[in-house]
């Protein structure tokens, strides 16, 4: 299966929505689509963020990024979700959307670019060491909900 030549990184829309809650239930979340349908209706008003999808006659995976500017340091790009779809996984795909992301990053003057994965999601890991990430920190995240 030749891919590279056939395959589209663009803007997320509207019509990618059913696609991209399918995508994210591969991720182990199980959004619904009105809910992803508004998350792609504010991000595509925000410059601080972008939803990238790979196509391949079908959207076979997504990049969601987003600007971080800490108050404590310098400001980077952040890719809050990625995947791909398990049939196409190894094939180059999830590089290219994180390449987009880089051009994104690019545009907005900034050069560095973090991911954040479960440590039980060893081959992600393994992944983002092989295409030139290195690990930043470890932590742990707390969660408190409110009323």
Do not use: C
């Not at 003057?109 to 920190?137: A, C, H, M, P, W």
């Amino acid at each position: 299966m030749k891919i590279d030549s056939d395959l589209n990184i663009r803007n997320a829309n509207l019509t990618d929505t059913d696609s991209i809650v399918s995508l994210t239930i591969e991720l182990g979340y199980s959004p619904t689509h009105e809910e992803i349908k508004s998350k792609i209706k504010k991000i595509s008003k925000i410059d601080e963020q972008a939803v990238f999808v790979a196509e391949y006659e079908n959207v076979i995976g997504w990049i969601h990024i987003t600007l971080v500017e800490p108050l404590e340091s310098l400001p980077f790009v952040e890719i809050k979700g990625i995947v791909v779809n398990l049939n196409f996984r190894g094939k180059g795909i999830g590089t290219k959307l994180i390449k987009e992301a880089e051009k994104w990053a690019s545009s907005k003057g900034l050069n560095r670019i973090r991911v954040r994965t479960n440590i039980k999601r060893t081959e992600t890991i393994d992944y983002y060491k092989k295409i030139g990430f290195s690990l930043k920190k470890t932590q742990e995240v707390f969660e408190k909900m409110i009323d």
